[in-house]
């Protein structure tokens, strides 16, 4: 064989494989930090660790990363400021946050139900949010949204933030205090409450004003320069959702091998699942959905009540376009 022909050849072997490492480099999944309210490995967080673990986002060409902040507050702010395009708190948070020009919105909601409930130990004489003035009850963050919920609920009957002892005592202490009867109420999620009553604690559930589901929450900007990349994680982050919906037992055996520190507790963990699909997934029919009216509703009892100083623009909220129907509740 001529040396020229050698040549040629061994010029276009190289063309190819070039051309085969730069399309690897193309194809490679783009890192995206999203920063959740509390530590990831909470169950509460199941359909983003779900979604992780079966490659959902991998589908979408995305390799996500997660942080946690300070609460969904601080989630908010820090999407505001640049540090990250989009992560996680409740459905309500951009309209704290929006009164303060930080341009952050809602991109999908996890649930029609309330995220957060108070819980007091029965026989307690606490039968309301009323009956909790003068008690001391713990949040886990004074920049969670949790506790603007629970502001709000104390609004609504009259009580202010001093009439009650409110210590913020983060992700564990906001249940262990509780527990161990240094606090007579909690303002928590569905896992702190399964939590106390492996505690041995009988435990009485009372609904926060309006509390929302969890949201996804992204930056205008990411929304703006980024829309696939919002739309990946949305549409992935939802069937990881339908995953604890359709079957919270094997839901529970993902989340276990995504997070071993939970290995042998499935049963535990399948339980804190079941309480988010009765009481925070609950019957949503387009998974994902924000309903207008039920914000509007929020936006102007956080309005009227001085919890937020000025009132955003409705539109400014929320936006549903990366919600697609063919993710409807089964």
């Not at 992780?52 to 400021?81: T, W």
């Not at 004003?209 to 990349?229: N, T, V, Y």
């Amino acid at each position: 064989m001529p040396k020229s022909l050698l040549q040629r050849f061994a010029q276009a072997a190289a063309i190819a494989l070039g051309l085969s490492l730069a399309q690897g480099v193309l194809a490679a999944p783009v890192k995206v930090t999203y920063l959740l309210p509390a530590p990831p490995n909470l169950p509460a967080f199941a359909p983003w660790i779900i979604a992780k673990e079966k490659g959902y986002y991998a589908a979408h060409d995305l390799e996500l990363n997660f942080i946690a902040a300070k609460g969904g507050v601080d989630v908010a702010k820090q999407l505001g400021a640049g540090n990250a395009l989009i992560g996680g708190a409740m459905g309500e948070t951009s309209i704290v946050v929006r009164a303060n020009d930080i341009p952050v919105r809602a991109v999908a909601l996890l649930g029609n139900g309330g995220l957060a409930q108070v819980a007091t130990r029965r026989g307690a004489g606490i039968a309301g949010i009323a009956d909790l003035k003068g008690k001391t009850m713990t949040v886990m963050s004074y920049s969670d949204n949790i506790y603007y919920s629970l502001l709000a609920s104390l609004r609504k009957v009259g009580l202010g933030k001093n009439d009650v002892d409110i210590q913020a005592a983060g992700p564990s202490g906001v249940w262990q205090l509780f527990a161990a009867g240094k606090a007579q109420a909690m303002a928590a999620s569905p896992d702190w409450v399964t939590n106390v009553e492996n505690a041995g604690v009988e435990v009485r559930l009372i609904p926060l004003f309006e509390s929302m589901a969890q949201a996804i929450l992204a930056s205008d900007k990411a929304i703006r320069e980024q829309p696939e990349l919002v739309r990946g994680v949305v549409q992935a982050t939802l069937q990881g959702m339908r995953d604890v919906i359709q079957d919270p037992r094997d839901a529970a055996r993902v989340f276990v091998k995504a997070v071993p520190a939970y290995a042998g507790k499935e049963e535990a963990v399948e339980r804190v699942l079941r309480l988010y699909v009765e009481h925070v997934y609950a019957s949503q029919q387009v998974l994902g959905h924000i309903d207008p009216q039920r914000m509007e509703q929020i936006r102007q009892f956080y309005v009227s009540e001085g919890i937020v100083s000025q009132a955003p623009r409705l539109e400014d909220l929320y936006t549903n376009q990366f919600i697609d129907s063919p993710m409807a509740a089964q």
